[in-house]
DNA sequence: GATGAATGAGGTTTCATTCAT
DNA sequence: AATGAATGAAACCTCATTCAT
């Protein structure tokens, strides 16, 4: 979609570019930042050291753009899901749903994210963690809007903040998501939608 | 309590042991495991790094044993006030309270515990992850049981498998946990007492 | 005869390598093992640290292979003259003497080779040392074939088991070897093939 | 014989040393210098590490007064049997039977004589060796004297320098020490008196 | 005097990054 | 342009030695 466009030249340089990440995703997401290093990326992507330096200017951006890149993906599949037709209720169900079937896709993903979420920062500088934040915070908003959609328009109960309903909702999630990560693939260890309206049975207005 | 009959020199080890660990606390939950060196360690808890490894066999088994350690003081005080007096409902906002306390004493807690409960492993072996992990077992086991004893007494409706509820009450939390982090010192953004009632609203039988 | 045909870059690697070893056998052979640290040995042979561990896994390994190959050629020059042409006298003169080339080329190796055969093992588990004696017992055997040849077909004296007179014939030569230590370049302290006639006296018939 | 008249604060000190002494060869003889710790001695001992301090400068020279102290006592031994009553023939057998009779006594000297004799010096600067060396080229001198006067009473075959035949009778005894290290205890692998008669054939005038 | 806790220099090894080919 | 051999800073860890108690 996007590199129709493009040079041949530019094109292959974004597809080894992309097999760079994809190779480097799975290494991160297993193995964590510091355990994996520059010399196993070059193996496991089958380009030479030199190559990733052409791409990356060091190990640190290489991880930076990696962790921005599929802080991407899932920030706009999630944003596509929330600005999707449907009332509140749909909308937040097929939230949840997607974040699940994303997490299915690859748990190395979800490895990835969470040690990004909550683990500590590369270097005690933080930056990836900046980025990766500030979506997750774009996503609380646009929940809490939902939230606060429903409640004015009587379907739920103005049961305290927005930010704060939102912050439940998906931290909630996240622990299921975190439960299921021992198998594989990766599966919520029960129906999301029977179980997480337990999380909204006290807001639905009966 | 603990140490009022030890003869002195084995106090003074045990004191230099924890002074040890503080030190590495402060760095880990700062910096994370592999932006600490023994050097820097050493320096902080202005010890020369041979006396660290009188006390600690290798960095890995100093880091184990800091996670541990306040893993247990953790837990225990958690167990504490789950099996405190109370109904269940008095007992699971204790628990909230209480996780938050903890908290707020010390936001460099906050951040190890994150780290190890979510983070990658240390050598993509990840050894005390899974002494985190049986501790936090334990608790959402502590706390399923309380629902369960809330379902059985007619107290709760029987919305989901205790786990469950559990898992979802300890997530959501943790995601308020969280959105305190950046502060100092750590709080609640709200009254955890009446935003955590939110959780609780579709639980309780009017 | 062996690297003729080996294409550029591999001739290369096996010169370095040798460079090293040839630096590093100066070093072992004058100072030992432990007074060697890989600081020196990359000082020395010209290479950095990080090159010398590209061939090597690590010191012990260095060492080792060091002191195989060393015996190794050692070995094949032994077997080479031990299986020659000549009477069985004719064989055991021609080993004296080649023996006594081989260290004349070397002094270092001689140090070497003393400390392998009898020193204490690097780290009390005596790795390099075991195949550096299978290959002295080897050569003792070889000796002892002669020895029983020459008692078979009537030249000499049945003194003794034939391996006993190997082993003494061989200590013979050692300790002349060691006594031409300090000298540089080293020589035997008379001509070899007079001194050792010695041994021999007894054993020939008249 | 010597400590009779010292008064008993001197006896304890010269006890006690000696049981460092006593400690230390076991684990020199057993690991090698370079693999065995002050902190090691102290424990086998039953010293504390300051008390080793006290007897003895630095770890090199504790070391090496062990090896003089044994080079000694294995001297004297020699000195006496080469001194002792009997013809030359008698007191070579002696000689030879009496160096295996220490060998037997214990294992580990053999192993630090050897050491000592034939592996690398400590520290590339070979002190102790020389001690070692000196004892080893009286002894040498002893034996040579034997078979002049052996030669000059017309015993003995002139078959050589006396001197380069006590190298040769001195080394072969060495091989067969060697031979027998395996075992505990040692034993020489055939009746030395037999065995080592094989070397004197040739020397005898029939 | 005896002790052993404390020190820190120095050893081995790893790995991000550079640059000649 | 691509490669990967070479580099060396910096990490972990040991242990001979000192010195306060």
């Known amino acids: 979609m996007e590199g129709r466009k493009l040079p041949r030249r530019e094109r292959d340089k974004l597809r080894q570019r992309r097999e760079i990440l994809t190779a480097a995703l799975g290494l991160f997401a297993q193995k964590g930042y510091h355990n994996v290093s520059m010399h196993e990326v070059a193996g496991k992507s089958e380009f030479s050291i030199g190559t990733l330096y052409k791409f990356f200017p ?5 991880y930076r753009e990696l962790v921005v890149e599929e802080s991407d993906r899932f920030h706009s599949e999630m944003v596509r899901v929330l600005e999707g037709p ?74 305290g903040a ?40 006290g807001l639905i207005k009966s």
């Open 58 to 62: 060091n190990k640190e951006e290489l």
């Open 162 to 201: 927005p930010h704060h309903l939102a912050v439940a909702l998906d931290s909630t999630i996240n622990g299921f998501l975190l439960l299921g990560l021992g198998q594989e693939p990766f599966r919520y260890p029960e129906d999301p939608s029977l179980i997480l309206d337990i999380f909204l049975k």
């Open 86 to 159: 449907g009332d509140e209720l749909e909308r937040l169900r097929e939230y949840i749903r997607a974040k699940g079937e994303i997490f299915e896709g690859s748990v190395t993903f979800i490895r990835l994210f969470l040690a990004e979420t909550w683990g500590p920062s590369l270097d005690g500088k933080g930056r990836p963690q900046e980025e990766v934040m500030k979506r997750r915070l774009d996503i609380l908003d646009r929940l809490a809007a939902i939230f606060a959609e429903g409640v004015e328009k009587g379907r739920f109960r103005a049961l």
